[in-house]
């Protein structure tokens, strides 16, 4: 939530800046607004709305400093508003601040300046940052090179909550000073010029080199050199990360919306996931993660814990690892786990899902299954993001940058990857037949070729979405892992169309919601398992009756039922059928939300990624 970005080298910032807020608007876009420094003082541009409204403010276009810093908002605290957006300055406009996070404890914060002389523009809790850096440069009686930097040093040590903070001044105006906590910032490494940004694909095609800062690590930037510091503010020194992403790889490449592209590109995403972790005719390699068949004896309980998608991504793998390998799994809403004093020990093994690793809850439920003596695997798609750098053990989706706020590609390439693991942990454990192990293996290599098929296959599901794109209220119906995926369709709907709709397992159907069902109401069902495909067959025939249009997607063959419309879609083994059946869930949210002409990548109040609670 809230994109940062920053340049200072021998170009003007002003075309670098607004470059890399553009690919940042995924995390905010209620605001946005740069800083530069243009000779001793600093010029401010913002303006509410998207970027575009920012690039038409008067007089921006003639900024000319190259140094500066950047900011596209989420609001948290105070409306969307010009005043609002950062960057936000101190009274004597000598500090220019962006942030992303939240300051928890502002109002204390505001309250201790104003009665120390200082006024207060905006509703913003990053408003006391620059005025709090300005009163402890004053209280500071040295002066030298640090003093800067001590101040904001002094003033992160006041601060409450998350973090990513970039500062300049014109009392140093040959630098840039960064430092976080629990909120995202990498800097890029260039040339004779720095960058900084929430993340790394927006500056991807300026360089591939990152540094990644720890929680309270200090940077201080100039267009030749970066300095590091610790927490007290000691030098350190920092490894370089080169990339291997291919910045094209985050362009549209000629499809009309990143989310569109991401769903086209899952064949490729679920092969760069499988990798070369499963190979015929020997076990599963999943490189970094170090379990012992000794160690998984002794497990009791597997917790997967993430938050909305990603969580998703857990409920349709849970029945894998319960086949596989006989171990109970809970799935849980990383918010909810975190304050239910969840019963974790040695023996609870916890996997947290994060395509981003910036999620706040999940990060935070990671950190309290360690602090409970549990083992702990990351799986982000994101490498060196926070969640990845406070686990045990953590394993890359690869699926390429997800630009497109609704997660798609992340997804399914976050269930074949937990599919793997289930196979991984079941052979180590030696528990199931190798004819059994062996077929899905061979399922899930297979799998590329059924996604191409389905997505080749997309003219019914266009039909059904311009049909149904008025309707106020659509349901979706599955049992077992076509239950998640329903949750899953039902999401991605909510999502980007602001269609109201609800996913049920459907044997609860009788016993409530169908009273919701009359005439004209669209019901999506999903059916991949032989076993429950005559039960959800009959509840789908009680909808009919009561007046439902229906849409149905499966493998089974129920070609003679009195459904509206029918999707076949590939065999598969329903233990692993998730990653095939969602792709006519997203493709149908992704028609109607153009049919209701909407922004598909930027829906509204939503970020990509969620690094407040
Ligand atoms: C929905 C979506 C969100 C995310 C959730 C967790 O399309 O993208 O529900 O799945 O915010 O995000 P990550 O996976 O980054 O932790």
Not at 123 to 134: A, F, G, Q, R, Y
Not at 286 to 298: A, R
Not at 527 to 546: D, G, L, Y
Not at 597 to 606: A, C, F, I, T, W
Request: one cysteine or more.
């Amino acid at each position: 939530m809230c994109g940062i970005v920053g340049y200072i080298g021998s170009k003007k910032a002003k075309p670098i800046l607004i470059n890399g807020l553009l690919r940042l608007e995924y995390r905010g876009y209620d605001s946005a607004g740069i800083s530069v420094i243009e000779g001793t003082s600093i010029s401010t541009f913002k303006n509410k709305g998207r970027i575009k409204n920012l690039m038409d403010v008067p007089g921006i276009n003639d900024l000319s400093g190259k140094i500066g810093i950047g900011h596209t908002r989420w609001a948290t605290h105070g409306k969307p508003s010009s005043t609002n957006s950062h960057p936000h300055l101190d009274n004597e406009n000598k500090i220019s601040v962006v942030h992303n996070g939240i300051i928890e404890n502002y109002s204390e914060i505001k309250d201790f300046l104003i009665k120390n002389g200082y006024k207060f523009l905006s509703e913003t809790d990053t408003e006391v940052i620059p005025n709090l850096i300005s009163y402890n440069l004053k209280q500071d009686k040295q002066n030298d090179a640090l003093k800067l930097l001590r101040a904001i040093k002094k003033t992160c040590d006041a601060l409450k909550g998350s973090f990513a903070i970039e500062v300049i001044s014109s009392i140093l105006p040959n630098n840039i000073i960064v430092v976080r906590k629990d909120s995202p910032l990498v800097i890029g490494k260039g040339e004779n010029e720095n960058y900084i940004s929430s993340d790394i694909p927006a500056i991807l095609s300026f360089t591939k080199d990152f540094y990644l800062l720890n929680d309270f690590e200090y940077a201080v930037l100039s267009e030749n050199d970066i300095k590091f510091y610790n927490s007290e503010l000691s030098p350190i020194e920092k490894q370089v990360k080169s990339i291997t992403w291919d910045a094209t790889a985050a362009e549209k490449d000629g499809f009309e919306d990143f989310m569109l592209k991401e769903i086209y590109e899952q064949p490729k995403s679920i092969r760069e996931t499988i990798g070369s972790r499963i190979q015929k005719n020997s076990n599963c390699v999943i490189d970094d993660l170090l379990i012992t068949k000794e160690y998984l004896s002794s497990v009791n309980k597997i917790f997967l814990v993430a938050c909305g998608t990603a969580m998703h991504a857990g409920l349709a793998s849970k029945p894998i690892f319960e086949k596989l390998c006989k171990i109970p799994v809970e799935v849980d809403v990383a918010s909810e786990f975190r304050y239910r004093d969840p019963l974790l020990d040695d023996k609870t093994l916890c996997i947290f899902i994060s395509q981003s690793g910036e999620t706040a809850d999940t990060i935070a439920a990671l950190k309290l299954a360690k602090t409970h003596g549990s083992k702990t695997i990351a799986i982000s798609n994101v490498i060196g993001s926070s969640i990845t750098r406070e686990a045990d053990y953590s394993l890359y989706t690869h699926a390429g940058p997800e630009i497109a706020v609704a997660s798609t590609k992340a997804y399914t390439s976050q269930i074949i990857l937990l599919d793997i693991m289930a196979i991984y942990f079941s052979e180590i454990l030696n528990i199931c037949s190798s004819e059994e192990i062996n077929s899905i293996k061979q399922e899930i290599l297979d799998l590329p070729a059924k996604l191409e098929a389905v997505l080749k296959n997309t003219d019914k599901i266009k039909t059904f979405a311009k049909n149904v794109y008025k309707e106020k209220d659509i349901f979706f119906l599955g049992r077992g892992t076509d239950y998640a995926v329903a949750l899953e369709g039902s999401l991605k709907l909510k999502e980007i169309s602001y269609i109201h709709s609800e996913a049920y397992s459907a044997g609860e159907l009788k016993h409530g919601p169908i009273a919701l069902i009359e005439n004209g109401v669209t019901v999506i069902s999903i059916i991949t398992n032989p076993v429950t495909a005559p039960k959800i067959a009959s509840n789908i025939e009680e909808v009919i009756t009561r007046g439902a249009k229906t849409f149905v997607i499966t493998n089974q063959n129920l070609e003679n039922s009195n459904f509206d419309e029918l999707i076949s879609i590939p065999n598969i083994n329903p233990l692993i059928s998730p990653i095939l059946s969602v792709i006519p869930m997203q493709l149908f949210a992704y028609y109607i939300s153009k049919e209701k002409g909407l922004d598909v990548d930027k829906p509204r109040n939503l970020a990509k990624s969620v690094t407040v609670e």
